[in-house]
């Protein structure tokens, strides 16, 4: 992975930001990077302009992994639980999963590939690996859907709370839901097996 290597004041006009399209002039901070393949990468400061691991790996297949696993942090991040309706949620993890799924059926085509030719390969069995570790990785996702579930007031609890903020059956507000929404969907894209 390049370094990412930061300037506190640009000597002279950089371009413009690779992400935000920002001009970087005499004076700007700036991060920039060097890929081993492919020339410098500059940005801006701005905490949306940041290097991600999707823009660090030199492997296709990895960016696809990380910028999937990214888009779903992102957006709930983002998600505000409107009206307690949670498909949104769910289809940006669904998403996320079919795009780790179908690159780790990627990695088990490369190596049938590699195995057609040589019988015995550690890079076959690398590439095994990693597909068995994206393939583990969106069944978790996916079980996370499964535990997303709309926010549905209940007439007991919240007659039963002292404020009259409407409960679900498990007595959290709409605020508490969201926040148990949100750990429950972040939990398995917390950690990339790859």
Not at 12 to 39: E, F, L, M, S, T
Not at 153 to 173: F, H, L, M, V, Y
């Amino acid at each position: 992975m390049p370094r990412i290597n930061s300037v506190k004041k640009a000597r002279k006009a950089q371009g413009k930001c690779g992400h935000c399209g920002k001009d970087i002039v005499v004076g700007d901070a700036y991060i920039w990077i060097k890929p081993r393949y492919g020339g410098k990468r500059i940005r801006c400061t701005a905490a949306k302009c940041r290097f991600r691991a999707s823009d660090l790996t030199g492997s296709d297949k990895l960016s696809r992994v990380y910028s999937a696993q990214e888009n779903v942090e992102d957006f709930v991040n983002d998600w505000d639980g409107d009206e307690g309706d949670v498909s949104a949620l769910r289809d940006a993890l669904e998403e996320a999963a079919e795009e780790i799924r179908e690159v780790g059926q990627e990695y088990q085509e490369s190596a049938d590939n590699i195995r057609d030719s040589f019988s015995e390969s550690s890079t076959a069995d690398e590439c095994e690996e990693k597909a068995q570790e994206l393939e583990g990785w969106a069944d978790e996702i996916e079980s996370a859907m499964d535990e997303l579930t709309d926010f549905e007031p209940d007439e007991d609890e919240t007659k039963e709370a002292d404020d009259d903020e409407p409960r679900d059956s498990e007595g959290r507000t709409a605020d508490e839901w969201r926040e148990a929404m949100v750990e429950a969907a972040q939990g398995p894209l917390s950690d990339c097996p790859v």
